[in-house]
């Protein structure tokens, strides 16, 4: 069993319930618009390198979310550093049923890392990224959801 679904598992014991929202509760309609709403450019620009960054003492998003989490980010192509095109388009549609556009705190993608007592789940199987909805990557991710370009 690799690390993550154990500590999923560890959190479904905790919590009584999965953490990451499935996607099969969001209709199709309602993804289809999401991604009509949101920019694909400034999410491939800005909010996927989010996912590669490294974080002293955590995981990177990428390690965790490219195996074994309902919320799948593509694999890197052997020696690349980031994702092509055909990739990203792919990692975009990924988000679709944990972001609600416009609303950063309905939005999984937004609270699983956050801190709780900054508006995020209580539990997030990476560890918290953020302690504060202050910090830039998290404004980052809330800009894109509020349809900057």
């Not at 694909?40 to 990177?60: H, M, N, S, W, Y």
Request: glycine share 8%.
């Amino acid at each position: 069993m690799t690390l993550a679904a154990l500590l999923i598992m560890m959190g479904i014991l905790l919590h009584g319930r999965a953490a990451p929202l499935s996607a099969a509760r969001l209709s199709r309609a309602q993804q289809t618009d999401a991604a009509a709403t949101l920019d694909f450019e400034f999410f491939r620009t800005q909010v996927q390198p989010i996912f590669l960054k490294r974080r002293k003492g955590l995981a990177r998003c990428y390690v965790c979310h490219s195996q074994g989490t309902a919320f799948r980010l593509q694999p890197l192509s052997s020696g690349s550093a980031s994702w092509n095109e055909t990739e990203s388009r792919r990692n975009f549609e990924a988000t679709l049923p944990f972001v609600v556009p416009g609303k950063p705190l309905a939005s999984r993608l937004l609270t699983m890392p956050l801190a709780a007592d900054a508006g995020g789940v209580a539990f997030h199987p990476g560890g918290k990224h953020w302690s504060s909805q202050d910090d830039p990557e998290w404004q980052t991710l809330a800009a894109w959801l509020r349809g900057t370009k």
